[in-house]
């Protein structure tokens, strides 16, 4: 039998030809899963940051839900504010404005067009503008005024209304009242 010697790691070894030829075989079976366990590695780096990104994702995006959770004071912001821009277009295009079913873009879009027609501007930039210099032209809305020209006043108690419409009725109705 035929002994030579090789050097593996620095360490000279007296081996035969069959043996070398397992040990080769052996050091290159043993690099390629080197190779696959640093690419292995590399994969969870890659995952774990992933991992750790999604999270954060997850905590950002769970808050963003938190915050848009309409609360009551959220609401009534949001109704105040609608209910003002609705006031504000009915000013500017007359009480019989109709806002149902548009968004604040659209009541300006449907306010500027009733009051200008073929006249109003296309951006929306435009239009907010054409709508405040409309609503700037039109006098302030005055309650107190308008029930005086409607002949009403506005309560909140319908019992109040119920006998100031019998004291009416009484007052311009006398001889109906005596025949009760």
Same mark, same amino acid.
């Given at each position: 039998?035929?002994?030579?010697?090789?050097?593996?790691?620095?360490?000279?070894?007296?081996?035969?030809?069959?043996?070398?030829?397992?040990?080769?075989?052996?050091?290159?079976?043993?690099?390629?899963?080197?190779?696959?366990?640093?690419?292995?590695?590399?994969?969870?780096?890659?995952?774990?940051?992933?991992? *750790?990104?999604? /999270? =954060?994702?997850?905590?950002? +995006?769970? %808050?963003? @839900? !938190? $915050? #848009?959770?309409?609360?009551? &004071?959220?609401?009534?912001?949001?109704?105040?504010?609608?209910?003002?821009?609705?006031?504000?277009?009915?000013?500017?295009?007359?009480?019989?404005?109709?806002?149902?079913?548009?968004?604040?873009?659209?009541?300006?879009?449907?306010?500027?067009?009733?009051?200008?027609?073929?006249?109003?501007?296309?951006?929306? *930039?435009?239009? /907010? =503008?054409?709508?405040?210099? +409309?609503? %700037?032209? @039109? !006098? $302030? #809305?005055?309650?107190?005024? &308008?029930?005086?020209?409607?002949?009403?006043?506005?309560?909140?108690?319908?019992?109040?209304?119920?006998?100031?419409?019998?004291?009416?009725?009484?007052?311009?109705?006398?001889?109906?009242?005596?025949?009760?």
């Amino acid at each position: 039998m035929a002994v030579k010697t090789i050097t593996h790691d620095g360490v000279p070894i007296e081996v035969t030809d069959a043996a070398e030829a397992v040990i080769k075989k052996l050091i290159t079976a043993r690099d390629s899963l080197k190779d696959e366990l640093d690419t292995a590695n590399r994969e969870v780096g890659t995952l774990t940051a992933d991992k *750790a990104r999604l /999270e =954060g994702e997850t905590v950002a +995006l769970q %808050a963003a @839900v !938190a $915050d #848009a959770k309409i609360t009551p &004071d959220k609401l009534e912001k949001l109704v105040d504010e609608r209910a003002a821009l609705v006031s504000d277009a009915k000013r500017v295009a007359g009480d019989t404005f109709d806002a149902k079913g548009l968004d604040e873009a659209g009541i300006r879009k449907a306010a500027v067009t009733a009051k200008l027609g073929d006249k109003t501007p296309t951006s929306d *930039a435009a239009i /907010e =503008g054409a709508f405040a210099v +409309l609503l %700037a032209g @039109v !006098a $302030d #809305a005055d309650p107190l005024r &308008d029930a005086i020209a409607d002949h009403k006043t506005p309560t909140a108690d319908k019992a109040v209304d119920e006998a100031r419409a019998a004291m009416l009725d009484r007052l311009f109705n006398p001889l109906k009242a005596d025949a009760k």
